[in-house]
């Protein structure tokens, strides 16, 4: 019964993303066209990038700043059901963890709100961007399709900068720092908006590999790891928000903020265990950035322009599992 009513919401949110998806000005199936010629091919039944994954479920305890933040729901409840999804990058459901190619890692968030919605946060471990539309990201994955990533990166100051960032190699999915590099304009129940980006800090520290130690490591040593700190008790993460100051700009993610700009503590996220059922969680999670309950709103364009392409990316899936 779970299962099939979980079926009928997601059929429903299926119809919901790809009305979205025809409103926008770029295909979005172009777009997975393009990811899947630069990781060698189409992966059936997997994501378009990020394809390798682990889900996990805790619960988010908001902090007594939250409130004066936003009016969010899960701002104000005293804490709330969340599953999360850490990823490698790579539309490559088999590649190794220690793959350098496999950075930036990913962390999605769904925050369960007590109304029977979600509301998600989508992070990844870089603080930026390549591109700021929807339209250079397409041309981006285009060259690298293409074998010509060179003369996109000549071309676009801003991915030419974000390739060259380190790309961490984590010893583990919970010491690793997260961005999420997209801003968002916050309104409290009194009317005051901030503009900010969030952010999540493991309350463990960081801890990183050389790329040779990493490719000593088992294929799938972050699970394995994982699985074994959450056995012996919960990670735990911080939600901060970098809090954006007059001049920085909010509709472009490939200029970070400098690091003196504010950072309120939002509240804390409590990883308990490895989610039950993987294979169903992997096919069936879809997480969208403009997803979003009141008092949450989009600062950046890019925003709304990113949630056709994940929602194609699960029509795709959807269609192949059955």
Do not use: C
């Amino acid at each position: 019964m779970r299962r099939l009513t979980r079926r009928v919401a997601l059929a429903g949110l299926m119809a919901a993303v790809s009305s979205l998806a025809s409103a926008q000005s770029v295909d979005p199936r172009a777009t997975l066209g393009a990811l899947d010629q630069a990781f060698g091919g189409h992966q059936p039944g997997a994501r378009a990038v990020h394809a390798k994954g682990l889900v996990v479920e805790g619960t988010f305890t908001p902090s007594p700043a939250a409130v004066g933040i936003s009016r969010a729901p899960h701002f104000l409840a005293a804490s709330t059901p969340v599953t999360v999804r850490f990823s490698n990058f790579a539309g490559i459901p088999t590649q190794a963890d220690g793959d350098a190619m496999a950075s930036p890692r990913g962390m999605a968030l769904k925050f369960h709100l007590a109304d029977g919605t979600d509301t998600d946060i989508v992070a990844h471990s870089v603080n930026g961007f390549p591109v700021a539309t929807a339209a250079d990201f397409l041309a981006m994955v285009q060259s690298a399709a293409a074998h010509d990533l060179p003369t996109f990166l000549a071309a676009h100051p801003g991915a030419r900068a974000f390739e060259a960032l380190p790309k961490p190699i984590p010893a583990s999915y919970a010491i690793l720092g997260y961005f999420a590099v997209n801003a968002f304009r916050f309104v409290n129940a009194q009317g005051q908006a901030t503009l900010g980006r969030y952010r999540l800090v493991p309350e463990a520290g960081l801890a990183l590999l050389a790329p040779n130690e990493a490719a000593r490591r088992p294929a799938d040593y972050l699970a394995a790891e994982m699985a074994r700190r959450l056995a012996q008790g919960p990670a735990r993460f911080h939600l901060l928000l970098q809090v954006a100051a007059p001049g920085d700009r909010v509709d472009d993610a490939t200029v970070a903020w400098p690091e003196t700009r504010p950072q309120v503590d939002l509240g804390t996220l409590t990883l308990t265990g490895i989610a039950a059922d993987q294979d169903f969680q992997q096919r069936t999670l879809l997480f969208l950035p403009g997803r979003l309950p009141v008092g949450i709103e989009p600062a950046d364009p890019m925003v709304d322009a990113r949630t056709p392409i994940y929602g194609a990316s699960f029509r795709r899936r959807m269609g192949e599992a059955g």
